[in-house]
């Protein structure tokens, strides 16, 4: 019975241990770390928060753990496997101070402005024209290969997202974000006037 009665106790003692295990040190939940083997996306240029002068842009990926499958482009989802989605928009100049604010509070929205897309055969090349054949521009570039070229984008901010998806076109949680800004020409850029907010306020880099 004494046996028992210590087991219990024993039991017990470690039950709060079990539940610290799981909090960081403040009580809160601790962050997760990544699988090993786990899907995964980063982009090597342009860096984030790049500036320059030039109206080209050469990305460059790097993907983890996920092989891109050019001979099975809109076939079946398989496992580990697929192409990439790169989505390129400038944020808009001289912005409307009550219709960011309204983007950053939206419940729906992403808390920022999206701006015009670049995903089209005039941008993006090869890339939006294979986008137009699928019905994607406007919204993303589809790639096989971890690279893409834009050119003749206007001077401004620009926000590029780029996303691991299945063959089928579906998307993954597996993503990575890059701010850059292409700069005007000395004396050309624009001048905000009336209380809007510049596009470099807007761009919230992050």
Known sequence: MRAA?????????????????GCGGDGRPAQAEALPGEPGVEIVSPRNGARQTNRAVVVKARVHDFSLAPRN?????????????????????????????????SPVGRGRLIGASFDYPRYSGPNGVL?????????????????????????GFYRLVV???RNNGATTPYHAVTNFQILPRPGHGPKCAGGKVSSAKAAAFD
């Open 163 to 165: 996303t691991l998806a």
């Open 73 to 105: 482009f809109g076939g079946e989802p398989q496992i580990g496997e697929g192409h990439m989605r790169f989505s390129l928009n400038r944020v808009p100049d001289c912005v409307d101070p009550v219709k960011l604010e309204r983007a950053e509070n």
């Open 5 to 21: 009665i210590a087991i219990l106790f024993a039991l017990a003692a470690a039950v709060p241990a079990i539940v610290l295990a």
């Open 131 to 155: 986008a137009e054949r699928i019905g994607s521009a406007g919204s993303y570039s589809p790639a096989t290969r971890p690279e893409i070229y834009y050119h003749e984008l206007r001077p």
